[in-house]
């Protein structure tokens, strides 16, 4: 039971990690689990202390909002950047294709203009022009 070492110390009374430490009335008590706040009416944040002694809820939840919010913004700049890292370091599949089709439709033109130099000549040649 938390209450036990109410009037006592905060460190008495934060062994058992069931227990919230209110400073400010010196009490114990159960943490309320139902809620992830302790209630105002029940210890003010900056005063109710839980896990450790040095630390109140105030400054636990601004620490970990900026700690989280900082590991936010490193998770999207990392996903941006190998994102951007992949697009520019190798060509996507329908480039890739495009480049394939390009390169069948030089080698069909070459052939054709062989093909056609080659009738013309042989026209040349039948009608004497050459």
Known sequence: DCRQYTNRSCEECLKNVTCLWCASSRRCMEYPVRR????????ELHSARWGVCWVNFEALIIAMSVVGGTLLIMLGVCCCCCCCKKKSKKP????????REREKRRVRQEERRAEMKSRHDEIRRKYGTV
Not at 36 to 43: E, F, H, V, W
Not at 94 to 99: K, L, M, T, Y
């Open 36 to 43: 992830i706040l302790p209630p105002a009416n029940l210890c």
């Open 92 to 99: 996507d599949k329908d480039d890739e294709r495009a480049a």
